[in-house]
């Protein structure tokens, strides 16, 4: 349960970040690992983000 609760604050916080860039989540940390993007507080943010919600959905499946 606190797995599914924490993958909706993700995804929500990540929907955010893609309306607010106009940019899919995953083509930017593909990009932000590559040094496309700026090291700012932001795109740090969103890059960790993205990076529990991958480990989130993993660890789902596996609970499943």
Do not use: C, I
């Amino acid at each position: 349960k606190r797995v599914k609760l924490t993958l909706k604050y993700l995804e929500k916080r990540l929907e955010e970040f893609e309306k607010h860039y106009q940019t899919d989540s995953a083509d930017f940390y593909v990009k932000f690992n590559k040094g496309e993007f700026p090291d700012s507080h932001e795109m740090v943010e969103w890059a960790s983000y993205y990076d529990m919600a991958a480990k989130a959905g993993l660890k789902r499946k596996a609970l499943a």
